[in-house]
């Protein structure tokens, strides 16, 4: 059936008056006459039966008002659907947690975009920003939270967040005593405690860097996560760089965290996407998110 010309006889059936019905949908009553016709000519029945008064349905035409109204309120609501998926208020989002920064902004942002947006159904997991880099390109991922700087030209980095860098050294170590900032220049030395260089390398490089810029740091041991790595530095193997939002979370006894000089160290939060694939849902999600500027995130000039 045409759904022209059935949204044309369900106004009818309402009406039960051509005028009416014309002056309703905004067209000309011989223009509505005509199209109703046809409609009885494609069904092969008579619809209506005209009056003095305007016009009453056949018992066909009962039926078939009743289905007009069916199919065109399921019509509506595909639309509806639709263009609710096209604007990304409805459909999927497939999200993936950095492990070094759970809370904070990225839990933030989710949870809201969550409340704003209820029908997106989202998907979240947690691994570290290597993995979730390569997700990404995979197609298996929609967006990402990861450790900035990427050296991905395929996907688009906004940095959402920066935090101060912390150095966790153990409560009996020399660099615990007093409160004043820690220089570089005095951990060039030390044994470090820091996790794999693959799981963020760009992270690994802005930490290392802007520590120990003088030369690499000598690292004892690698560990998996920021919980590990602060119980090695509580078990004495060494001294740990860590952003402060997970040292505070972990606070594992036998650990002291001390501030360095300036310029104080910093890491930044991403969230990260592929521009060629983002869905509407990805790009709502990147119209709440904070965006700072590269410069005031690195902490460098």
């Not at 609501?77 to 604007?87: N, Q, T």
């Not at 005593?177 to 951990?187: E, F, K, L």
């Not at 260089?197 to 000598?218: F, K, S, V, Y």
Request: aromatic share 4%; net charge positive.
């Amino acid at each position: 059936m045409d759904l022209h010309r059935m949204r044309y006889f369900s106004v009818l059936a309402e009406e039960l008056n051509f005028t009416r019905a014309a002056r309703r949908l905004r067209v000309a009553q011989p223009a509505l006459s005509q199209q109703i016709k046809a409609l009885e000519r494609q069904l092969g029945v008579q619809l209506v039966e005209r009056t003095s008064k305007g016009c009453t349905l056949t018992p066909i035409g009962g039926a078939v008002a009743e289905e007009a109204r069916r199919v065109l309120g399921q019509v509506a609501e595909a639309d509806r659907r639709i263009k609710a998926v096209a604007e990304g208020r409805q459909g999927s989002l497939r999200v993936a947690y950095t492990r070094s920064a759970r809370g904070g902004v990225s839990d933030t942002l989710m949870t809201e975009f969550r409340e704003r947006y209820p029908r997106v159904d989202v998907t979240l997991q947690t691994g570290w920003t290597a993995h979730n880099v390569g997700e990404l390109l995979a197609g298996r991922l929609d967006a990402a939270f990861v450790r900035p700087p990427l050296d991905v030209p395929e996907l688009a980095c906004r940095v959402v967040a920066e935090e101060e860098l912390l150095l966790a050294v153990p409560t009996g170590h020399p660099l615990a005593a007093g409160r004043a900032r820690v220089s570089p220049r005095r951990i060039s030395d030390e044994p470090v405690v820091l996790w794999p260089r693959e799981n963020g390398p760009g992270m690994h490089a802005l930490i290392t860097g802007q520590l120990w810029p003088d030369g690499p740091p000598r690292i004892v041991r690698e560990e998996p996560d920021d919980e590990q790595l602060l119980l090695a530095v509580a078990a004495g193997y060494g001294i740990a760089p860590i952003p402060e939002g997970r040292a505070r979370v972990f606070r594992i006894p036998g650990v002291c965290l001390r501030r360095l000089t300036r310029p104080v160290p910093t890491v930044t939060l991403g969230l990260a996407h592929n521009p060629r694939t983002a869905s509407p849902a990805v790009q709502l999600l990147l119209a709440m998110a904070p965006q700072l500027p590269v410069a005031e995130a690195t902490g460098r000039p």
